[in-house]
């Protein structure tokens, strides 16, 4: 599987972006994806996820601001940020795991918070927000 992030930007508190995550090379219909960040000298944070279902999770942090959707072709997934703030400037990165079992739960199967749960990784992309 491979991840390609892109729209990151510097912008002001109080504004949005968009990011996107082209994927391909999924071999399996059932599959998670996340968007983790990450600001240096700490640990990768889980921001959202989706699951192939249609189901959405969120960091506390980020609910209410935060929308994770997808094209519904799988092929890419989105991250709309609004109403951001100077905390939320990290890099971010698109994450994915193919679900090759049969699962009670996608959702419950994909919610995984810990970095170490996800096997694919985008290269990165920088959001900055300043005050």
């Known amino acids: 599987v491979q991840l390609v992030e892109s729209g990151g930007d510097s912008v002001q508190a109080g504004g949005s972006l968009k990011l996107s995550c082209a994927a391909s090379?999924?071999?399996?219909?059932?599959?998670?994806m996340a968007w983790f960040r990450q600001v240096p000298g700490t640990e990768r944070e889980g921001v959202a996820i989706?699951?192939?279902?249609?189901?959405?999770a969120y960091a506390d942090s980020v609910k209410g601001r935060f929308t994770i959707s997808n094209d519904n072709t799988g092929n890419t997934l989105f991250l709309q940020l609004d109403r951001l703030k100077p905390e939320d400037s990290a890099m971010y990165y698109c994450a994915a795991k193919q679900i090759v079992f049969p699962v009670a739960s996608v959702a419950n199967y994909c919610t995984r918070w810990r970095s170490s749960a996800w096997p694919f990784w985008g290269q990165g992309i920088q959001v900055t927000v300043s005050a």
């Open positions: 090379g999924f071999t399996e219909s059932t599959y998670c």
């Open positions: 989706f699951s192939s279902d249609g189901s959405t």
